[in-house]
């Protein structure tokens, strides 16, 4: 890890909603914003959040191995600003977000999950 | 709201702040990060300027596969005039790749393809300026396959190499052996 | 009570030539609901970024995300790439990098005060700022050869060096500039019809901007204390005379000023930077391909920018995120809208000086 004074926090996908409810506070934590990235058969989920007027630190809340179809929990309900990005990913992964509306950021007719390995490295 | 009118007034009184353009010219200014220019004769053939442009606009084809002639093109309506290559040019210091500080007019329908023998070959070789997007699409394609060509030529040769070295290994082994061969015959012959 | 009409606000509109739209339902003049719709602009720039790109050529791509925060986010992208490469940088890199980044914030402020006058019916005003704006931008082509696309981040150093007769002009240019500025800030500060439209209009309290996690001018308007550049150290402002700059009110009136007060505080960190260059090489050398992830926060003029780098060893990254800061403020402005009077909106939008092709890349 390159950035110093990271926190990584491992969690799953049931647990993480809690989780980030009972530590959020929202006079202290800044959320940034909900993070993908593909690992060519799962994916990893990150939620990435920074501390106001603290030097360097970043908080990271990890999911690792997502499977494609999973059903991924929406942080709305404890951060209201969060559905822009979550739409972001339902769009751009294709994924199962809960109450993602699709269409925000791609055209209909616009292929789908473009940034999933095996759409632009081919299955 | 006083104020700014007095300054509205005072505008209108002074002397406009912007330019005349098209009819007084808008020069560049110093170090402006205009047309890359390049000069064959300091070239060294490195392809770094190649590999390192962002949008594909330097291309080397190589006309002669034999002799690993290469011929450097340069699209600059393709050209994002980052300065990438000039850094990468281990000769650049030199004037092999320089990035002048003026720009070429826009290319129009009916506008003359600029000519000058420093933008490299594919500029000069154009004259339909409403033909430079499609022949610039050809010759990507073909300095690909121009790549290819001496990918595999440099295959044959290095497999070619190897067969004659390998023949000479076993002419010389036969030889050797002959020699050997004939020895013994001789000492058979002459027993002493 | 009253008609309830449904008014669309782009996304043709003269306001602002980007693809936003708004969806408004009025009653009267008074909005009640909205929608967003943030347009069909999306490039797959991130998908380029992995697939048709080396690592060391990404950054040119995605300097062209936007042509006002072009220098952000080649910055963003190469401050992580040389944390994977283990690059380490000289004072005289980092200076002049601050340089150029703070002259982008300058311009990129003052076009967006401008615009505010404008949309204000106050053109005399835009034009003024426009016509001092000028000045960064000159100044901006005079350092990097270009005026938008400055493309002067290269992975371990600078595209080129100061010369000692153009370091003697910006610093002239950059005082006459102060002295434009601080002009500005009157015409704005007591101009009544302007206050008319911009005080007390749009306001974001402090607990707004909390709650919705806004970021750059919009949260420093609100008294929120998030800055990118006093949070992270990527670029050496500390020593450079960076002062974060706040106000309390949260109007559109409050947001203008924060952007100007930002202005004074850069061309004082610009003239900072040209007393304390030293000598020193202007590029470093950089070996080998970038392996690991990090995380990266710089603040672009309109806010924070987050990138998310992770490369694997090979030419080509595995993963390169681009959060922009108009993605952080998308949130808030929608909330701000129910309630306010719709001959407010665009005032209200363009003091958030959205940039819809960042957010959809």
């Known amino acids: 890890m390159i950035n110093p004074d990271l926190i990584m926090k491992e969690v ?27 690992n060519g058969d799962s994916i990893t989920i990150d939620w990435i959040f920074s501390e106001y007027e603290v030097k360097n630190k970043l908080y990271v809340f990890r999911a690792e191995a997502v499977p494609y179809d999973a059903e991924i929990p929406s942080m709305v309900d404890v951060i209201p600003s969060a559905w822009l990005s979550e739409w972001d990913l339902a769009d751009m992964f294709d994924l199962n977000i809960e109450n993602a509306v699709r269409g925000m950021f791609l055209e209909p007719e616009a292929p789908k999950a473009p940034l999933r390995k095996e759409t632009y490295n081919g299955k | 709201m006083v104020k700014m009118f007095l300054e509205s007034l005072k505008n209108l009184t002074s002397k406009p702040e912007t330019k005349g353009y098209p009819y007084t010219p808008s020069p560049e200014p110093k170090g402006y990060k205009g047309t890359i220019l390049y000069d064959e004769d300091l070239c060294i053939f490195c392809d770094k300027c190649e ?36 850094d990468a040019c281990p000769k650049a210091d030199e004037g092999c790749l320089v990035q002048s500080e003026t720009r070429l007019p826009p290319l129009g329908r009916d506008s003359k393809v600029p000519k000058d023998k420093r933008l490299g070959y594919f500029v000069n070789r154009i004259e339909e300026a409403k033909d430079f997007d499609k022949k610039w699409d050809e010759f990507e394609e073909r300095a690909r396959e121009s790549r290819e060509k001496l990918a595999e030529h440099k295959k044959r040769m290095k497999l070619k190499k190897q067969q004659e070295a390998k023949a000479k290994k076993e002419a010389e082994a036969k030889a050797k052996q002959e020699a050997e061969a004939k020895a013994k015959q001789e000492a058979e012959a002459n027993p002493q | 009570m009253g008609n309830k009409i449904t008014v669309v606000f782009g996304s043709q509109h003269i306001a602002i030539p980007e693809p936003v739209s708004f969806v408004f339902q009025t009653e009267n003049e008074i909005i009640t609901d909205v929608a967003v719709d943030v347009g069909y602009v999306h490039r797959g720039i991130e998908q380029a970024a992995v697939t048709k790109f080396k690592f060391n050529n990404v950054q040119y791509l995605l300097a062209r995300v936007c042509g006002f925060c072009s220098i952000t986010h080649a910055s963003a992208y190469i401050h992580g790439v040389e944390k994977l490469l283990g690059v380490e940088t000289n004072k005289k890199i980092d200076y002049l990098r601050t340089l150029v980044v703070e002259l982008d ?38 350092i990097t050869g270009n005026r938008i696309q400055y ?52 306001v974001v309290t402090y607990e707004m901007a909390k709650k919705y996690n806004t970021a750059g001018p919009i949260a420093r308007a609100s008294g929120l204390k998030t800055d990118a550049r006093a949070e992270f150290d990527f670029l050496p402002y500390e020593e450079l005379g960076y002062k974060m700059q706040i106000r309390t009110e949260g109007d559109v009136w409050a947001r203008n000023m924060v952007r100007f007060d930002e202005v004074l505080n850069s061309i004082d960190i610009c003239l900072n930077v040209l007393d304390g260059l030293g000598e020193g090489d202007i590029q470093v050398k950089v070996k080998g391909r970038p392996k690991g992830e990090t995380f990266i926060r710089v603040e672009a003029p309109r806010g924070e920018c987050f990138y998310y780098v992770k490369g694997n060893g090979t030419k080509v990254m595995e993963r390169v995120r681009v959060r922009v800061p108009t993605y952080a403020n998308v949130p808030v402005l929608k909330e701000l809208f129910v309630g306010s009077k719709y001959s407010d909106a665009q005032a209200i939008v363009l003091s958030f000086d959205p940039c819809l092709s960042c957010t959809a890349r």
Request: with cysteine.
């Open chain 3, 105 to 142: 914030r300058i311009h990129s402020h003052m076009l967006a005060n401008g615009h505010v006058a404008e949309v204000c019916g106050y053109e005399n005003l835009f034009m003024q700022t426009i016509k001092y704006r000028e000045i960064s931008t000159e100044i901006l082509e005079i």
């Open chain 3, 151 to 202: 493309d002067y981040y290269t992975i371990g150093g600078v595209s080129r060096d100061l010369t000692l007769e153009n370091e003697k002009m910006i610093r002239t240019r950059l005082k006459e500039l102060r002295e434009h500025v601080l002009k500005l800030m009157e015409f704005f500060e007591t101009d009544y019809t302007l206050g008319l439209k911009t005080k007390g209009v749009g």
């Open chain 2, 51 to 86: 590999e390192v442009c962002p949008p594909g606009a330097i291309l080397f084809e190589i006309v002669d596969v034999e002799n690993n002639k290469r011929e450097y093109s340069y699209n600059p309506y393709l050209c994002i005039y980052c300065h990438a290559c000039v």
């Open chain 1, 12 to 38: 799953t996908l049931e647990s993480v909603k809690d989780e980030i409810k009972a530590w959020y506070d929202e006079n202290i934590h800044h959320y940034v914003t909900v993070n993908a990235v593909d």
